[in-house]
């Protein structure tokens, strides 16, 4: 099975970001640049560059890449970013867990159909190293924290901003339509000059009468964008309008699948965008569960073992007829739902941990599980009721938080990247 048909995002970076062990053992590691107290040495270029052309030539889409001095520049760029990212993650004291790491990995695997042995064994077969896949895909996971803890924090959506969204044409819209989007990025500087942007608009304008003409939008992507996602092509994945900046919103609400915006002006440059798909997106009746049940973790007092053998117990004990509420209130380790006698309310897939949910979508109501595991511990369930709602004004409140969120932190991310590179030293060796 070839790895570049794993479906799990994070399994795709492994293609353009994992070391592979097959490098060139005599490759010397100069320095391509150096990034405040840290450095970008030649051979990880080398390395990111040879993957990043691997990973290309891989989606069989007849993609040419560009030359590969501009290639190189586009990877070093990046090498360089995440650099700062790290270090700013190592300031903050940011790290990823053992835990966190291994559910990542479970998850990908889960994915691709596939048990996390398996999931080895496919990265070997590829030529992977799988110690050096899992710390990158740790680092992936470290570059995604440390932007959502910087960027969050300089957010804020209030309760008037929804209502005014929702009370928007294009609030209405939102839960209608998403985009699968594609985009070119002509960047501009803080205070750009007049000069500056006249140049940045005509090129961008030559960009779109090339594309207009037959050019591989991924292929000019991977050549000239500034955005981050350069290397993917310019992929952007499905967006509503509303997680966009309003004049990208407004240059794309009249596409079809297949065309491209002209240039679109905002603070941060140029966009040129590809609607590769379309899909409506209205509110949906939403299958809920009523459940409550019981957890037990290991502690210092009590080992694992002796947690297995309690949460068994337990388990004889409620089909001798024993209360539930009476026993989650008297042993559960969650002590929120415990108080209340297990309740967890109505939930609904998405809002659990997948062994959660698993149990509970075969439990029949009124019916108590046999005890399970999942990353917090041992847990029994009891399925009390199902029902189908409609969560109207709710669902729609929240699409509309997530949504302006979501535009924002765009904005935000970009703004926060070019920050923190403008103010790192960095210096170019070659």
Do not use: C
């Amino acid at each position: 099975m070839a790895l570049s048909k794993l479906r799990h995002p994070l399994a795709a970076l492994l293609l353009f970001a994992l070391p592979l062990t097959s490098v060139n053992a005599e490759l010397l590691d100069r320095v391509a640049a150096i990034v405040n107290e840290d450095v970008v040495l030649e051979s990880e270029l080398e390395q990111r560059l040879e993957l990043v052309t691997e990973q290309i030539n891989a989606r069989g889409e007849d993609t040419r890449l560009p030359p590969e001095n501009i290639l190189k520049q586009q990877v070093l760029d990046r090498l360089i970013l995440e650099s700062i990212q790290t270090q700013t993650a190592q300031q903050q004291g940011i790290r990823v867990s053992d835990r966190q790491l291994n559910d990542a990995l479970e998850r990908i695997a889960q994915q691709n159909n596939m048990t996390l042995g398996q999931f080895r064994e496919a990265l070997i077969a590829e030529g992977q190293d799988y110690n050096a896949a899992r710390e990158q895909i740790r680092r992936e996971i470290l570059l995604s924290q440390v932007q959502q803890s910087n960027v969050n924090r300089r957010i804020s959506v209030s309760d008037q901003e929804v209502q005014n969204f929702l009370d928007s044409e294009l609030g209405q819209q939102e839960i209608q339509a998403e985009f699968q989007l594609r985009n070119i990025l002509i960047a501009l500087p803080d205070g750009a000059s007049p000069q500056m942007i006249q140049q940045a608009e005509e090129k961008s304008r030559d960009l779109y009468q090339q594309l207009q003409e037959g050019a591989d939008f991924a292929e000019l992507a991977l050549a000239v964008s500034n955005a981050p996602n350069a290397l993917q092509g310019g992929e952007l994945g499905w967006r509503r309008e509303s997680e966009l900046p309003e004049p990208l919103a407004a240059a794309i609400g009249k596409l079809s699948p297949g065309q491209i915006s002209q240039p679109v002006r905002t603070p941060g440059g140029f966009h040129i965008l590809k609607v590769e798909d379309k899909r409506g997106g209205k509110v949906q009746l939403v299958s809920q569960v009523k459940v409550r049940h019981i957890l037990l973790t290991p502690n210092e007092i009590r080992s694992p073992e002796q947690t297995r053998r309690l949460i068994d117990e337990l388990y004889r004990r409620l089909q001798d007829g024993e209360p539930f509420d009476e026993l989650a209130r008297r042993y559960s380790d969650d002590a929120a739902s415990g108080s209340q006698g297990g309740d967890l309310g109505w939930t609904q897939n998405g809002q659990m941990v997948p062994e959660f949910e698993q149990v509970m979508n075969s439990t029949d109501k009124g019916e108590i599980s046999e005890p399970f595991q999942s990353r917090f511990g041992w847990h029994i369930l009891q399925v009390q009721d199902y029902r189908t709602q409609d969560m109207g004004e709710e669902m729609l409140e929240s699409q509309a938080r997530n949504s302006i969120r979501q535009r924002k932190f765009s904005e935000e991310l970009n703004n926060w990247l070019r920050e923190i590179r403008s103010q790192a030293y960095i210096e170019r060796k070659i």
